[in-house]
Structure formats: structure tokens, C-alpha cells
């Protein structure tokens, strides 16, 4: 079981839809006799239903029925999910808040209609009807709420699941971010919310509040206690700015490393059952410096202390570019080993890209002959005012020179002078500076040396780093800017190359390269790959497109697919009528369409009760209108293709060098130039990667 969850509103949800919600909701549109839930296997229970029929009761039986476990977690399709509460208003003090069965009641409510009095029951029908598995599936797997379990460390896992949604009330954002109200106050972490426009949006419960009988209730009114789960474990926080401790928490969540020998992998890297997660070691070690709020859990550990000086160094400390030794990078060796480009944080919102491995001997030294780990650079300090780190460095010295951890808790941090009196006890400068020295030569100035807990980020260089020049390998993508920047400069003929000619779904991508090699490419013929899908998505919906010169024209057609049992108003046009829907793709929203058409023709051809057919005509509409709502997307709107021949990589040159001489990396230019070269020297002299071919 994942420990230290703490969040039961989930479970207590759950269990009061299932034991109380779903059978009085049931009783209330229907004739219910007789209602029974038990348990399943793990993550489902199977959920028993009785209806009176024409001889005795009627028993429809729903095997498989997804539930939570006691962390809240379901699995559905082999993958975790977890339901995310929001509430009914955007003050959190007066809003009811809806767990997963509050909003399980409200969507079935939604689709479950009242049965005609005097009925006859059997199986089929009843199914038909109440379609009660299908419907807590749907809503599990299409729902924004609910959410596949975020799992790139304990943190992130514990924070999604104590996380509160803002946005079903606030709407999409229009980009200016949404702001605190007073009445969050203890009641929701005021740090950790994402960066952008949806700061504020997105909530994690306080470590002092819970949520119970549908409110957020403060339990623990202190300023510790007012933290999330993340923030209540950084020491010295009261020493930083809030904007600055916003992105440490975020960073925090997103820092990896080695599980351990023993746990195994699926086929993207997790663990095949996250409980085992916390079963065994972890490939980390704890921090020198903690606040108290860290859980007995090996697997919270996903960061290293190492020695930090802060200072420049050549220029390549400057600002966010950090230098680190040959030990450092051997220890952080998961998931593989540190390279340029790699991003890395600590506990302050300080993260910057490795610029630098140096070997230990070429690192500055303490007077002892102890090598500097991690160098950063302090220019940004000033204006980022996160100086937690700082006391952090001075604390890690005190905690090393005593053998033991120390413990630091949230709006305690000891003074000024507190720190100098433990640097002095234990033998160190009071000041917590120290001259450095590189070789024999000491620098000019003393620099705050000392142990900070950093994390490598999954920002890694390996992944940012992608090219391709056949489809279904890593493309870049360009999108709309990247097409109204070019139109703006008349790049018309450079338009028709990217989104037409490279483009990945283009029928003869397939054969570009060798055209290429080939000589000359002639530019491709309109429409582009792009038109012609929305073109097929459009047709689909029964609105014919046809690009005649420069002019498109639109009209109505009927669509080659499902015919529907009789015509329906069309959902986006009052007044024109649809007799049928065609198929753009497998969906489930087709899926379930075309299962709402079959319902609604059997209760037309066998002579069904008025309401039921009524009922099922509106079933039916509220699938199709579904169905052309998924069908075109506003991204089918606008220019958005992957392009052949092109890719991307990361910045992390040399502070020596003008932005006219970032180069590109080798594997990408054999990559990218190799068809070319190849056109004038012949593919075995590319594939040998000789001199003469690196010159072409």
C-alpha cells in the first residue's frame, strides 16, 4: 500500500456513492426491488441490481466494476487513475467540494431517465437502460477529472492525489492566472500551483486540512501546518521569495533516480505495480538538512547533498548553468549518466543546466583538501531573493561536522547568530565562508561553501535532444506561429515545403529520402496533408468541403457509415437534418454512438413504450452531438504538422562563444545533410562517415 497518503476523501466518497448514493438515486427513477454491492478482485466490485419482471424479480448483474483502493486509486485499462475533487464555488469556504462520487452521482444522474410506471422488466431491456458498468467506465476514462496517476516520484504521486481542481468552476484560462482568495488559508498549500496560467487553478490540500462530508475542513491551524506535502519539507522557507518556493515545490516533483536492483519495469520505465515502489532501498541518500515533515519512507529520497560553493567560474556558473565534478555525476547514474544539457535543483526553485564535468582535482578545494561537488552561481540570488539555499550550505557544514542529520521545521529556522555559535562549536568559520583553492592558488575572495540537497530533473538532454527524416521517427512539430511568422514574411513557397512537401502524413513520406538522394524535390500539390484531414473530419458530420482554385466551398452530404434509424437535427445546424454518420477514426464516442442508434432502431421496430423510445432518441442525440464536438478540434483549425528533415536539440555551449556558433549535434547532422551528401558522393561514402563525406 503507498504510505503516508492521508488523503481518505476519496475512499469515503466512494464508499457513500456505491452504499448510498447510487441505490437512492436508483430507487428514484426506477422500481427498484433490490440493490447489493460486493467485493471484486482488486480495484473492482461487482454491483447487483433487481427490478420487478414478468415472473419474479429481474436480477442484472455488473461483474468488473472499477472501485478505488484505500489510497483512492483505481486501475482501469492497466493504468492508474485517481478522480480529482473540485468545487461547486470558486470560496473554498463556503463551496461544497465533489469527490469521485459526488460526481459519479451527478453524471449518471445526467443519463439515467425515469422509467415508465407499470413496466415489465427483463435482462436485455434493463441493460439497455441502465447500462450501469458502462457508465462508470465512460466516466473513469473520458472525464477531465479524472487523471492518470502522475508517478515521477513519491512527491508527485502525493501530491496529485491530496490535489484540488479549480478549473470546472474558473473555465479555461484566458491567461492572466487566477488569484488566492483569504478563505484558502490553511485550507490549500499557497506554493504548490503550476507556473503559467493555471496558477491557482490547481490546488494541493494543506497538510492541516481534510476533506469531510463535502467541505474542506482545517484540523491544524498553524503555519506548518497551512503547507502542502511538498512544501512542509523545505528547511529555511520563510528565508525565500514565494514566487521562487512556487517553482522549488514544482521542481521537487520532478526530480528522478535510481529505485533500487529490485524492482521491475514496464515497458515506459515505471513499475509495474506502483505499491512496490516503497517496498525496498533507494538508490539515494537522505538530506543533511530536514525539517521533520519527511515521511519514513525510503522512496521520498530523490536528491544527493552535495558540496556547493557558490561562486562564477569561468563563466560557465553563470546564471542558471551549473559545473560539477566527475564523483558528482557517478552518483547520480540514473537513468543514465549525467550529460551536458541535464537539468538539476534544489529544495529553492535554483535549477540550471550542467554546463561543465570537471574532473575532482580541477575543482575548487576546501582548506582541508575536500573537492567542491557543484558549483552556482550567486548573481542570481539577489534578484530571485530564494537565500534559503545559502543557510541550507552553512547548515549542511554544521550537520556534517556532527556526524547526524538536523533538523530545521517550517517558520523555525535558527538566527544569524545561531548559526555562527554551531559553526564555532564545531571547529568551523564563524562566518560560514571560506577561501577556496583551485590547485595551490586560492581564490581572491572567501565563498559560501557548503553540503545543499540537489536533484537531477527528468529534463534530461537525451530527450530534448530528437530528429527525423522518416515518419514515425522524432519530427519536430510547427504549429500556427511558426506559419503566420513565415506568411508575414512572404515565405510563401517555404510554407508549401514545410506543411506540405515534409510533412509526415503526407501518402509518400515514406519515399522522401530517397528522393532526396534521388535529386530535385518538385513541391507537392495542394491540399496539404492538413486540409485533407479536416476535410474527411468534416465529411464525417455530413458537410462536404471542396477546394475549387483559391476559393472553399462548403455544402451538406450525406456520410458514408452508420445510418441512422431515422433522421436527427443536425447539432450544429438547427436546420438541416442528418440520416448518417460516418466513421473518422475508432472511438469510443463512435462506439458508443453507434450502440445508442442500435437501442433506439429495436425499441422503434418492436413497438416499445413512447417514454422509452423518447428516451432513447435522446440518448441518441446527446451521442451524436458528442461524437461531432470530438470529431474537429479547434488544433484542426490551424496549421500543425510534423515535418520531415527537421529536429531539435539544447543549448549548452560555452559562455565564450556568439549564438551564431551554437553548433548542431553530430548524430543529428548525419542525420539531417547525410541524403545530401549522399546525392553528390553516393550513400556507402554517408554510410562510412569518412572525411570525404563529413566535408560534403
Known amino acids: 500500500m503507498l504510505k503516508n497518503v492521508n488523503a481518505p476523501w476519496h475512499k469515503t466518497s466512494w464508499d457513500r456513492f456505491v452504499q448510498d448514493g447510487l441505490p437512492t438515486l436508483l430507487s428514484e427513477r426506477l422500481p427498484l426491488a433490490g440493490y447489493q454491492v460486493e467485493p471484486g478482485e482488486d480495484y473492482t466490485c461487482t454491483l447487483k441490481v433487481m427490478l420487478p419482471g414478468k415472473d419474479g424479480e429481474v436480477e442484472i448483474v455488473y461483474q468488473n466494476v472499477p472501485q478505488p483502493d484505500e489510497d483512492g486509486l483505481f486501475k482501469v485499462e492497466g493504468c492508474y ?9 470558486v470560496d473554498l469556504v463556503k463551496a461544497d467540494i465533489l469527490c469521485v462520487g459526488e460526481q459519479l452521482l451527478d453524471y449518471l444522474s445526467e443519463r439515467l431517465g425515469d422509467a415508465p410506471e407499470n413496466f415489465t422488466w427483463d435482462e436485455t431491456l434493463a441493460r439497455e437502460w441502465l447500462p450501469l458498468d458502462g457508465w462508470i467506465r465512460e466516466f473513469l476514462l473520458t472525464e477531465p477529472t479524472s487523471q492518470f496517476l502522475q508517478r515521477t516520484n513519491w512527491l508527485d504521486m502525493q501530491t496529485h492525489i491530496r490535489r484540488i481542481n479549480l478549473i470546472p468552476i474558473l473555465g479555461p484560462s484566458d491567461g492572466t492566472g487566477h488569484y488566492y482568495a483569504p478563505g484558502e488559508q490553511g485550507r490549500v498549500c499557497p506554493f504548490t500551483t503550476p507556473e503559467g496560467p493555471n496558477i491557482a487553478r490547481i490546488l494541493e490540500i494543506a497538510q492541516g486540512a481534510e476533506i469531510r462530508d463535502g467541505k474542506i475542513v482545517i484540523l491544524e491551524d498553524t503555519p506548518a501546518k497551512n503547507l502542502g506535502r511538498v512544501a512542509s519539507t523545505v528547511p529555511f522557507i520563510e528565508h525565500n521569495d514565494t514566487n521562487r518556493l512556487l517553482m522549488g515545490v514544482n521542481m521537487m516533483r520532478q526530480c528522478v533516480g535510481d529505485p533500487g536492483p529490485d524492482m521491475p519495469r514496464d515497458d515506459q520505465g515505471y513499475w509495474h505495480d506502483y505499491h512496490n515502489r516503497f517496498e525496498g532501498g533507494s538508490g539515494h541518500e537522505p538530506a543533511l538538512v530536514q525539517t521533520g515533515n519527511e515521511p519514513d519512507d525510503p522512496y521520498f529520497w530523490k536528491g544527493y547533498n552535495f558540496l556547493t560553493a557558490y561562486i562564477t567560474w569561468d563563466g560557465n556558473a553563470y546564471e542558471d548553468a551549473i559545473v560539477i565534478s566527475e564523483s558528482a555525476a557517478e552518483r547520480m547514474a540514473y537513468p543514465q549518466r549525467v550529460e551536458l544539457g541535464d537539468k538539476m535543483s534544489n529544495r529553492y526553485g535554483s535549477k540550471g543546466v550542467v554546463s561543465q564535468i570537471l574532473s575532482d582535482d580541477k575543482m575548487p578545494h576546501l582548506q582541508d583538501g575536500t573537492p567542491v561537488e557543484l558549483i552556482s552561481s550567486l548573481s542570481s540570488l539577489p534578484s530571485r531573493m530564494n537565500y534559503g539555499q545559502i543557510r541550507e550550505a552553512i547548515m549542511g557544514r554544521i550537520a556534517r561536522a556532527e556526524g547526524k542529520p538536523v533538523c530545521v521545521p517550517p517558520f523555525e529556522a535558527p538566527s544569524g547568530e545561531e548559526l555562527r555559535e554551531r559553526l564555532k562549536q564545531n571547529g568551523l568559520p564563524e562566518g560560514g565562508m571560506e577561501v577556496l583553492t583551485v590547485g595551490d592558488k586560492p581564490l581572491v575572495r572567501p565563498s559560501t561553501v557548503g553540503w545543499v540537497y540537489w536533484g537531477r530533473l527528468n529534463h534530461l538532454v537525451s530527450d530534448k535532444i530528437h530528429f527525423g527524416v522518416k515518419p514515425g521517427e522524432r519530427c519536430q512539430a510547427l504549429g500556427e506561429g511558426e506559419y503566420m511568422v513565415l506568411r508575414e514574411h512572404g515565405a510563401l513557397e517555404t510554407i508549401r515545403a514545410l506543411f506540405n512537401t515534409q510533412s509526415v502524413n503526407r501518402a509518400d513520406a515514406d519515399t522522401l529520402v530517397e528522393r532526396v538522394v534521388a535529386g530535385p524535390i518538385e513541391p507537392a500539390d495542394s491540399p496539404t496533408p492538413g486540409f485533407a484531414t479536416l476535410r474527411e473530419k468534416l465529411a464525417a458530420g455530413s458537410i462536404q468541403v471542396d477546394l475549387v482554385r483559391d476559393q472553399v466551398r462548403f455544402g451538406m452530404r450525406d456520410s458514408p457509415g452508420v445510418q441512422l434509424a431515422q433522421s436527427i437535427q443536425h447539432p450544429w445546424f438547427p436546420l438541416q437534418r442528418v440520416q448518417s454518420v460516418g ?52 488544433e484542426d483549425l490551424h496549421f500543425n504538422e510534423r515535418i520531415l528533415f527537421s529536429g531539435r536539440s539544447v543549448i549548452a555551449t560555452g559562455y565564450e562563444y556568439r549564438y551564431d556558433q551554437v553548433g548542431v549535434p553530430e548524430e543529428m547532422a548525419w542525420a539531417l545533410f547525410g541524403p545530401l551528401a549522399a546525392r553528390e558522393i553516393g550513400v556507402k561514402a554517408v554510410e562510412k562517415r569518412d572525411g570525404k563525406a563529413a566535408k560534403a
Do not use: D, H, I
Open 81 to 89: 487513475k485517481v478522480v480529482v475533487p473540485f468545487p461547486t464555488e
Open 583 to 634: 466513421e473518422n477514426g475508432a472511438s469510443a464516442e463512435f462506439e458508443a454512438l453507434e450502440e445508442a442508434n442500435n437501442r433506439w432502431g429495436r425499441m422503434l421496430e418492436t413497438g416499445a413504450p413512447e417514454a422509452l423510445v423518447k428516451k432513447a432518441k435522446v440518448q441518441l442525440e446527446a451521442r451524436v452531438k458528442v461524437y461531432f464536438e470530438q470529431l474537429v478540434s479547434p
